[in-house]
Structure formats: structure tokens, C-alpha cells
């Protein structure tokens, strides 16, 4: 799947514009959707109708010359990035307009597909650095979550400043090698780690093009509220690197996480900070983090990751441990509202690591799985789709795109199907103010990491939906992890028996807590689960105090 970027391309020579649209149509790398203008007005116009990722840019237009072209451009839309596209004769003018703002400057005529493809990726990447690092949704939904639970438990403030963002951030710019040995790429990685106050930090490692300091930062607070509910002996992290590891070949995506591994290594290892997979990242690529931390060390680090392969020190059951916590909870919530699973319908939203398993536990208790969904397609059918058969195709075929055994349907559409147990197990953001009226479910299971808005748990409270938050919902992952540090730490494997049984106790006691003080306390379950967390983590910072 290679990443959808939205071009402008505003030139007057139809044979230079020919010429630029064939150099993206061979492009490998990314799919470009064209826009073309050959007037700087008509330009203009389609940037105020939004949806441009970056402009191409001709200086010298009918109705507007030289770096004026820049300016309006600038005017009309001053966070785009843009290149500018020159002809040999023009290419002062062009590094002036560089000089002026633009990100970079192309000569038509000596242009390949791959050159140009750079450039906009480039282009692109800066801009966002420069402007967005901090600015991302999930951050902001952190941030309110925490502020709307701290204000209803009556939070000391200080603590919750000190709270609201995270204690340490680690921003990395590193190359790697592509398999064509001369193409180096450069990308951003982060490793953020929340809270250090409750032992070392824990959390996975994201590999998506939406990464960025933000949406880390969000994904460990979550981690913090996560690892505190569970009683775990962790605070909160999280790492990933800005890129879309769909488009790499297993070789490259074993260079960038070695070399990933080396930028973020003085901050990691069992006693400070223990990464995990998380989207876009599996136990391949936590086997080939661990060879690297211990290629340093001089010797063989297990405990320094979680969710790596059994034979490298991996604990049994943490591969499917996410969607087998998930389904302990439903039935516990199932129980909870009188719902009988056998015979059950269910949704689930994403088919990678958590969402395959979550529906073959939910199959196993009897459910109808009537739906699910990847980045390619959704599909749905009726009379129930066969969960093995899903597996088999997507071990030939990566993803669920050309499945025939039910309709396609979008993942927005999926989301509205009538069912009894709906779980986003795939992106944040998804439930939103916009289409939580049309969701149709009467357990939301969150198996994704912030995939609800607080204006849709409102509508979804409203209308009596029993939602399993995020941060109870999905921690089944992390707890496994914790049992592998554990084991790792001890040099002992228990059986996959002792994990299940210990995951369940765990998780059903965070339940209970959780329902309890809801129940008594007059909030919905989120707010509740959170306020279990925080409190954990007050008192120790309260205990601890203040250094000096
Ligand atoms: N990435 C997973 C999560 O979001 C698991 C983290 C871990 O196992 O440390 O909970």
C-alpha cells in the first residue's frame, strides 16, 4: 500500500504539464492524486477548496510572473509546501523563491520520477516538522481526556501540569539505506517516555506515516493510565518513525529498525524502557530491535523488548494477547448488561494483530462475525463471515482487498452496521462527533488506541451503548508484556495456562474497579478507568515528592 499524496500543479506549458503528470504516474512509492491548474487564479481556487498535500509551481504563468507567483500562492495557503518547477534559464529566480519560502526547486527538464517523488516527500516532511510536531488530534484527545478526568476527581494541579506532558522526548532524524544501494532515505523517529515516576517506561513502537511528536505523546499517556489501571510497575512510552513500512521490502525495514534501534539506545533497555510492537511493527521486528541493543552489550538482552518471537524469550500467548484480553472483557461486559455472546453479532474494524484475533476469540465464544475491515477494504456478510478463511486469505493475499465471500464495504460504512458488539481495532478517530448517532452497537469494544472523540462518547453514553475504553479495552497487550519482562527477567517460562489464567484475573479486576467506581461515583467507564490510573500515579508522585 503506498501512501495517497494530493498534488497541485499549476503550469501553463501542457507539454511540461504532460511531462510532470507521467513522472508521478511511474512513481513506485506513492500514489498521487493530480490537480492541475494552467493559470496561477484557477490555481488559487482549488487550494481554497482544500485537500492539496503540495503545490508544484510554475513562476512564469499568463496571469502572474516571477516570485509574485510565490507570494500569492503563500498567500492564499501559507502552511503549503511547494516546489517550484523551473526551466534551465530560470534557475536563479528559483533559488530565490527557495530563499522566499519554498521548500525546494526542480529542473523540468532534468527531472525524473524519482527525483520528483523525493522532493514532494521532502517537501512535505519539513513543512510538517516545522509546523506540526506538537499538533496532532490523538494529542489533543489525550490531553482533554486527562484534563476532563483530573477536573471531575479534583486533581492537585499540581500534579496535573506536571501531567500533561510527557517527561522526556526523544526526536531522532536518521537515514537508512533503500535496496537500491545509492537511495539513502532520511526519517524522523521519536521515543517519548510519559512518566518515570512508576518504574521503567513500557509502550510500543509505531511505524505510520502519521507519526509524529504529538500523536507519540498521546499514545504514551495512554500507556501511563494504561500500565497504572493494570497495577503494572511501569509508566508510559512510546516510539515510532514516520514512514509507511507497506512500502518497504523486509531488507530495508530490517536496516531502518536497526539503525532506529541505535538512535534511541542510550534511552532504552530492561531497567529503563522497554519497547513492544504496536502498528506497523511486529515480533520480526522486535527480535531484530533486541539483536541490535545486544550487538552493543556484548551479550543477549531479552528483557530489553516485549512481544518478540517465543524462541527468543517471548512469552507464549502475547501475540494474540491484545484481542484475547479484549473478548475477556466483553464477555465481562456482556455479563454485565445481560447479553448473550453465543449467537452474538459482531464488528470489528481492522484485521492486523489485534483486530484478526479479537474476532477469532469472539467466534470461538459464539459470536457472528458479520464484518471486518482492513486498509484495502471492508467486508461484510450477513450470515456470518468464516474467521479462518479470512486468516488463510490474508496469509496469501496481505490484505483483505479481492476476499468474495461477502460485499465490500467502506470502513466509515462498517462502522454503522447493526451489531451487538462493534471493536475499532484499527486507527484513532474513528467514532466522531460526525457519525457516533448513526453507530449501531450495544458494546463498544476499544481494541485501538484513541479511536473515539469525547463529543462521540457523549452521543454513545446518550444512547446507552456500553463502551469498553481504550485503556481497559486493549490492555491485555501490555500485560502479557509485563509476564515476558518477567519471565525474562527470572530466566522462566510459564505456560501459556498460567498466562491466560493470570490475564484474565488481571484484566477482570480492572474491570470490576473500574464498574465500581463508576457505579458509585456517577461516571461513564472511560472517565472511571482513567481516574483509577491517575490516582495510582498521584500517590506515588505524591509520596515520592519533589527533587530537590
Ligand atoms: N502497543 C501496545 C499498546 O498500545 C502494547 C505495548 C506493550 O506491550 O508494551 O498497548
Known amino acids: 500500500m503506498a501512501d495517497r499524496i494530493s498534488v497541485l500543479l499549476i503550469e501553463d506549458n501542457p507539454i511540461h504539464a504532460r511531462l510532470i503528470q507521467n513522472l508521478l504516474e511511474e512513481s513506485t512509492t506513492s500514489v498521487f492524486d493530480l490537480n492541475s491548474a494552467d493559470r496561477l487564479s484557477t490555481g488559487i481556487e482549488r487550494l481554497s477548496g ?33 516546489v517550484i518547477l523551473t526551466s534551465l534559464d530560470d534557475v536563479t529566480l528559483a533559488a530565490k523563491a527557495v530563499e522566499e519560502g519554498a521548500q525546494d526547486f526542480l529542473i523540468k527538464t532534468e527531472t525524473n520520477s524519482r527525483t520528483l517523488t523525493r522532493s514532494i516527500h521532502y517537501a512535505i516532511e519539513r513543512t510538517r516538522a516545522r509546523k506540526e510536531e506538537w499538533d496532532a488530534t490523538m494529542f489533543r484527545l489525550a490531553q482533554q481526556q486527562f484534563l476532563k478526568a483530573s477536573q471531575l476527581m479534583g486533581l492537585d494541579v499540581n500534579v496535573q501540569e506536571r501531567l500533561l506532558f510527557p517527561q522526556r522526548t526523544h526526536i531522532v532524524t536518521f537515514p537508512f539505506r533503500r535496496d537500491e544501494y545509492n537511495q539513502v532515505e532520511t526519517v524522523f523517529g521519536y521515543r517519548v517516555q510519559h512518566l518515570l515516576t512508576m518504574g521503567p517506561t513500557k509502550g510500543g513502537i509505531r511505524y505510520h506515516t502519521d507519526v509524529n511528536l504529538g500523536e507519540v505523546s498521546a499514545l504514551a499517556m495512554w500507556m501511563t493510565w494504561k500500565c497504572a489501571l493494570m497495577n503494572l510497575p511501569f509508566g508510559g512510552a512510546k516510539g515510532g518513525v514516520r514512514i509507511d513500512p507497506t512500502g518497504l521490502s523486509r531488507r530495508e525495514l530490517q536496516r531502518l529498525t536497526r539503525r532506529y534501534t541505535s538512535e534511541i539506545i542510550d534511552i532504552i533497555g530492561p531497567d529503563k524502557d522497554i519497547p513492544a510492537p504496536d502498528m506497523g511493527t511486529d515480533e520480526q521486528v522486535m527480535a531484530w530491535l533486541m539483536d541490535t541493543y545486544s550487538q552493543q552489550k556484548g551479550y543477549t538482552v531479552p528483557g530489553v523488548v516485549t512481544g518478540k518471537p517465543v524462541v527468543l524469550g517471548g ?67 450477513p450470515n456470518g463471515l468464516s474467521v479462518q478463511a479470512l486468516f488463510d486469505y490474508v496469509a496469501e493475499n496481505r490484505f483483505l482487498e479481492g476476499y468474495t465471500e461477502g460485499d465490500t464495504v467502506t470502513n466509515e460504512e462498517l462502522l454503522e452496521i447493526e451489531c451487538d458488539v462493534l471493536a475499532p481495532c484499527a486507527l484513532q478517530n474513528q467514532i466522531t462527533g460526525e457519525n457516533a448517532d448513526r453507530i449501531n452497537c450495544k458494546i463498544l469494544a476499544e481494541g485501538a488506541n484513541g479511536p473515539t472523540t469525547l463529543e462521540a462518547d457523549e452521543v454513545l453514553n446518550g444512547k446507552g451503548v456500553f463502551v469498553l475504553p481504550d485503556v481497559l479495552g486493549n490492555a491485555g497487550g501490555v500485560t502479557v508484556s509485563y509476564f515476558e519482562w518477567v519471565q525474562d527477567t527470572q530466566n522462566y517460562m510459564w505456560t501459556l495456562k498460567e498466562i491466560n ?15 465500581k467506581r463508576a457505579t458509585s461515583e456517577g461516571y461513564d467507564l472511560r472517565t472511571a478507568a482513567l481516574i483509577e490510573g491517575i490516582q495510582r500515579v498521584t500517590q506515588a508522585k505524591l509520596l515520592r515528592g519533589v527533587f530537590p
Open 50 to 82: 482544500g485537500n492539496i498535500d503540495v503545490v508544484l509551481l510554475d513562476l512564469v504563468l499568463p496571469d502572474s510572473q516571477e516570485l509574485e507567483t510565490l507570494e500569492r500562492v503563500r498567500a492564499a495557503a501559507p502552511e503549503m509546501p511547494i
Open 501 to 515: 489464567e493470570r490475564l484474565h484475573a488481571i484484566l477482570l479486576d480492572a474491570f470490576e474497579r473500574s464498574i
Open 315 to 381: 512469552s507464549l500467548g502475547r501475540r494474540e494477547a491484545t484481542g484475547r484480553g479484549l473478548v475477556y472483557l466483553v464477555e465481562a461486559a456482556a455479563d454485565h448488561t445481560g447479553l448473550d455472546l453465543n449467537g452474538a453479532t459482531a464488528v470489528v474494524q481492522g484485521f492486523g494483530n489485534v483486530g484478526s484475533s479479537t474476532a477469532k476469540f469472539l467466534e470461538e465464544d459464539g459470536a457472528k462475525v458479520l464484518a471486518v475491515s482492513d486498509v484495502t477494504t471492508g467486508i461484510y456478510n
